[in-house]
């Protein structure tokens, strides 16, 4: 594969932003963008514009923030919520305040997924083995 040299103009405050990203982990500034391009660019064009940044933003998270965020996971009440609505839904016809709160719960679901999936290429973009499913429990 190829590299692609680009100039990027990037107004003061993105640029400061990155920079103390990039001085937090130890990195350089270049590393820090390049993962942060190719971290948003597949994912972004199904999502909204605030899971867009929160995505974007995964890439200056330190190491320990980004297991965190591989981590996560729905409460064990919205989950319950869910899996209720969905039965109730299977079973006979639900209030349109019903639907529209298993919308948002659903939501909530692909957008955790989502996060998680990105803090785990970001992991592995900086070398840690995430082959073992166990190391993303959720911490108790």
């Keep these: 594969m190829g590299v692609q040299s680009i100039t990027l103009n990037l107004p003061e405050a ?16 270049s590393d820090v963008l390049r ?5 948003a ?5 199904g999502a ?5 940044a929160a995505l974007a933003h995964l890439a200056y998270l330190n190491d320990a923030a980004l297991w965190q965020a591989a981590r996560a996971t729905m409460t064990a009440e919205q989950r319950e919520r869910l899996q209720h609505l969905h039965d ?3 079973r006979e016809k639900v209030t ?3 639907q529209t709160e298993e919308q948002a719960l659903l939501e ?7 996060i998680r999936a990105q803090a785990t290429v970001l992991l592995k973009m900086r070398g840690y083995d ?4 166990s190391q993303f429990a959720p911490l108790q």
Excluded: N, W
Aim: net charge negative; charged share 35%; proline share 6%.
């Design 130 to 133: 995430v082959s073992d499913p």
């Design 96 to 98: 349109g305040e019903e």
């Design 88 to 90: 109730k839904h299977q």
């Design 35 to 39: 993962e942060a391009v190719a971290a």
């Design 14 to 29: 993105i640029f400061e932003q990155i920079r103390r990203a990039a001085e937090k982990m130890k990195r350089p500034i």
């Design 48 to 52: 909204s514009s605030d899971m867009r």
């Design 41 to 45: 660019a597949p994912v972004m064009d």
């Design 108 to 114: 909530l679901y692909r957008d955790t997924l989502l």
